[in-house]
T-cell receptor, first 115, second 111 residues
């Protein structure tokens, strides 16, 4: 398996624009997570899905953020409108609890810069 | 207060030193304890995990959990420059679908 695949790798946009981040989890994994990482706040959980259903979105900062998982192999995180404070690295991760280690497999991240 | 607090660092040690990385947690329901390693510009990768209290050893790495004091530790023996990375502790309870992460400690091992 190629691992968790995220796109784009880098995104530079202007304030007010819509940003869409994409994630393909590992096949067979039934949990998908979106995290945001900054120096100031560390690694923050934004939302997670189980079997394509959103379970906990309490980490989504505000209504400008939305996430979808239309099927088991694809998820998006959308920011509309984007703001400079949204600049961060966004990670997608997947896992299955059939794995006793509860290991999270992270993608390489999307470096988002909002100017 | 965060559920998982981690010594912020950064930490700089000479090659060959023993490194101790530490976290505390507040949720008594946490049963799973993990350490992730994150290299620059990469996603975190699981290094070790333990269930409940006790020690677990894997090569130069030892993970230790003391549930009575809610303390999590990772020890690295004979540290190498290739160990230079950010280390994140994480915890979760049995029924949770999610892990709670510490903020990470950045370690530099100098040759």
């Amino acid at each position: 398996d190629a691992g968790v695949i995220q796109s784009p790798r880098h995104e530079v946009t202007e304030m007010g624009q819509e940003v869409t981040l994409r994630c393909k989890p590992i096949s067979g994994h039934d949990y998908l997570f979106w995290y945001r990482q900054t120096m100031m706040r560390g690694l923050e959980l934004l939302i997670y899905f189980n079997n394509n259903v959103p379970i906990d979105d309490s980490g989504m900062p505000e209504d400008r953020f939305s996430a979808k998982m239309p099927n088991a192999s694809f998820s998006t995180l959308k920011i509309q409108p984007s703001e400079p404070r949204d600049s961060a690295v966004y990670f997608c991760a997947s896992r299955t609890l059939r794995d006793a280690s509860r290991k999270l497999f992270f993608g390489s991240g999307t470096q988002l810069s909002v100017l | 207060q965060k559920e998982v607090e981690q010594d912020p660092g950064p930490l700089s040690v000479p090659e060959g030193a023993i490194v101790s990385l530490n976290c505390t947690y507040s949720n008594s329901a946490f049963q799973y304890f993990m350490w992730y390693r994150q290299y620059s510009r990469k996603g975190p990768e699981l290094l070790m995990y333990t269930y409940s209290s006790g020690n677990k050893e894997d090569g130069r790495f030892t993970a230790q959990v003391d549930k009575s004091s809610k303390y999590i530790s990772l020890f690295i023996r004979d540290s190498q420059p290739s160990d230079s990375a950010t280390y994140l502790c994480a915890s979760e309870n049995t029924n949770a679908g999610k892990s709670t992460f510490g903020d990470g400690t950045t370690l530099t091992v100098k040759p």
